[in-house]
């Protein structure tokens, strides 16, 4: 935008008559000025960002092509190796095993948290008695903290004492008692569980917004034409409710690239790495391993990865913003 | 069209509550239960006993050597409070400027805030924790209150540039032809204005800091500099779980969210929707 100011006032300067060229160079003063202000007011921000943003993410660029096994050090400090950091983590046989967790986990949580959400927020839109103190209820999974959430989750997970093998078997669908999060066969499906009770309310809040947007009009338009209850919901909720369901969609996939807590503190990776999500593989190759080369090296990827979506994510606000 | 379904709707909406709300009445339920009923085969279900020992030990100090759930209390509330403070001061003055001027790199600034939210915290976790051990921040407050701004700040800006966009500038305009200049508007008009923003803003901030796990657990390794969260969940890898602590522990930790996600439940929603969905 400026640069189309600057490139239009630029060729007037020289044929402008006197009395415009005076009001050209006040307004330019004025520019100037006002300019001031705004870099005084962005000072700070960019000041922050600039120090704990960009900066450790150059960092951690360069690590990436350096040498920093810090258990094992050596007399030339943190060389350049090139792509060395690069082909260890391809060459790591865990990193895709993980990257392919990590997009199972995505895939899953994501649709559920979706699914779990939308059918949440068409329940909340009709009106019914108590219908306050249900979406009050409902709310309650995401405002109870991470770490909380999964040592509630343990406890009721089990094998022993926990209150969900202690229903499965009262109820005859489980004829042993299962360690969920002991057993390679379940452990990333009991963290996916815990992911999506904690999650599905944000998705089902936000979808409830987007419900409650949409004019009653168009329900009585159709109510006309004679649409069923289900056809209204396909012919009028769907359509209207695209643009927010693809932001809700795509800032769930964002999140939960990032998550990290949940699977940590449940499993920590374990058993036997089934649950190693990109974000524990960078994690355990830093601080367990201590080599932050080939750490960084695997955060680049989640990098690419997560720029990839966010880039999709602000295609879609514009694209909300021009309809 | 709707009588019709009624009762249907109130089965899906006590099955929908149920689902939302059980882990927590589990974790109030075994909070107050005797360990001997919370080991019980067949599991009872309500306390027979009551059982307060847990809330005892968190809030006394000298009951238990391998906890300090007071000072984990304290030191959270300080270094979210701190963090909040910080990130709103930075945010609403950034967030100003990015919603009212218009000036060279703007757009930048602000596909870069958007991008530093989206980042995975474990990418930034390695170079910030090399930063800080160079500049002796690690094991401080302060050092966290860093960490935590690679989060609240970006969150922060761009929440408070929605609620600055929002107001009207012809009430800047307004304030300028009385003679007040950017910076007299700007405190003394518009923030007062995008008051319950501000809130809402600051409560989130507050919040993520207070539930935040990875860098603290990282970056604090004195015991009784820990947060909440760190602390609570070192209990669980210890030999010996004592599952009425641990409850009464998250209990106490969730307890003022809980209230505070209440009190202002209108308000958290409709910013949190109006920040991204917009």
């Given at each position: 935008m400026n640069n189309q100011e600057a490139s239009l006032?630029?060729?007037?300067?020289?044929?402008?008559?006197p009395a415009e060229r005076r009001g050209f160079w006040r307004s330019e003063l004025r520019r100037l000025k006002n300019n001031r202000a705004a870099y005084l007011f962005i000072a700070p921000l960019a000041l922050v960002i600039g120090l704990v943003l960009l900066y450790p993410i150059l960092k951690a660029a360069l690590m990436s092509f350096q040498y920093w096994m810090v258990a094992?050090?050596?007399?030339?400090?943190?060389?350049?190796?090139?792509l060395d950091n690069y082909a260890a983590v391809l060459d790591s046989g865990y990193?895709?095993?993980s990257l392919g967790i990590t997009f199972l986990y995505i895939l899953v949580t994501v649709v559920l948290r979706f699914a779990l959400g939308m059918a949440a927020a068409v329940l909340l839109n009709i009106?019914?008695?108590g219908r306050g103190l249900v979406r009050a209820l409902v709310i309650i999974p995401w405002a109870i903290p991470e770490v909380v959430t999964c040592l509630?989750?343990?406890?009721?997970?089990?094998?022993q004492y926990g209150v969900i093998n202690d229903l499965l078997l009262k109820m005859n669908i489980l004829s042993n008692p299962v360690a969920y999060l002991g057993e390679s066969d379940t452990a990333l499906w009991a963290a996916m569980f815990v992911n999506v009770w904690k999650g599905f309310p944000f998705a089902g809040i936000m979808l409830l917004a987007g419900l409650q947007g949409i004019p009653k009009s168009l329900y009585e338009a159709a109510s006309i034409d004679g649409a069923s209850g289900w056809r209204k919901f396909v012919s009028v909720t769907m359509p209207s409710l695209k643009p927010v369901s693809v932001i809700v969609f795509l800032l769930l996939v964002i999140w939960t690239i990032k998550d990290f807590g949940i699977v940590y503190v449940l499993t920590g990776g374990g058993p036997s790495r089934v649950t190693e999500i990109l974000t524990i593989f960078i994690y355990r190759a830093g601080f367990k391993s201590f080599d932050f080369g080939l750490a960084s090296a695997a955060g680049m990827f989640l990098l690419v990865i997560s720029v990839v979506f966010t880039v999709l994510y602000m295609k879609a606000t514009k694209a909300g913003e021009s309809a | 069209m709707r009588t019709k379904n009624m009762p249907l709707v109130y089965i899906a909406a006590v099955l929908l509550s149920l689902f939302a709300v059980a882990p927590f009445i589990w974790m109030i339920l075994t909070s107050i239960k005797p360990q001997a009923e919370i080991y019980s085969k067949p599991l009872s279900y309500l306390p027979n006993e009551l059982n307060l020992q847990g809330y005892k030990s968190m809030l006394d100090v000298r009951a238990d050597a391998n906890l300090n759930f007071i000072q984990w209390f304290k030191n959270t509330a300080f270094v979210s409070l701190l963090t909040t403070v910080l990130s709103l001061v930075v945010s609403a003055l950034g967030g100003y400027a990015m919603s009212r001027f218009r000036f060279r790199g703007r757009m930048t600034v602000g596909y870069v805030i958007l991008l530093t939210q989206m980042l995975p915290g474990s990418l930034l976790i390695i170079p910030l924790y090399l930063i800080m051990k160079d500049y002796h921040l690690l094991n401080s407050y302060f050092g966290l209150v860093i960490a935590y701004a690679t989060v609240a700040v970006p969150f922060c800006t761009w929440m408070l540039k929605g609620y600055f966009d929002s107001v009207s500038t012809a009430i800047d305009e307004a304030a300028s032809i009385d003679g007040a200049g950017r910076w007299t508007t700007f405190v003394k008009v518009i923030l007062p204005l995008?008051?319950?923003?501000?809130?809402?803003t600051a409560v989130f901030s507050f919040l993520t800091s207070w539930n935040e796990f990875m860098f603290a657990q990282t970056f604090i390794t004195d015991y009784d500099k820990w947060t909440l969260s760190v602390g609570i969940a070192s209990f669980q890898g210890q030999y010996v779980v004592n599952w009425d602590y641990l409850m009464a522990g998250s209990v106490l930790t969730t307890l003022p969210i809980v209230i505070a996600f209440w009190l202002l439940q209108k308000h958290l929603v409709s910013g949190m929707t109006a920040g991204a969905v917009k």
């Open positions: 006032k630029q060729p007037s300067l020289n044929q402008a008559p094992k050090p050596i007399p030339e400090g943190h060389p350049f190796v090139g990193f895709l095993k009106p019914f008695k509630v989750f343990i406890l009721m997970y089990d094998y | 995008t008051l319950p923003g501000l809130v809402v």
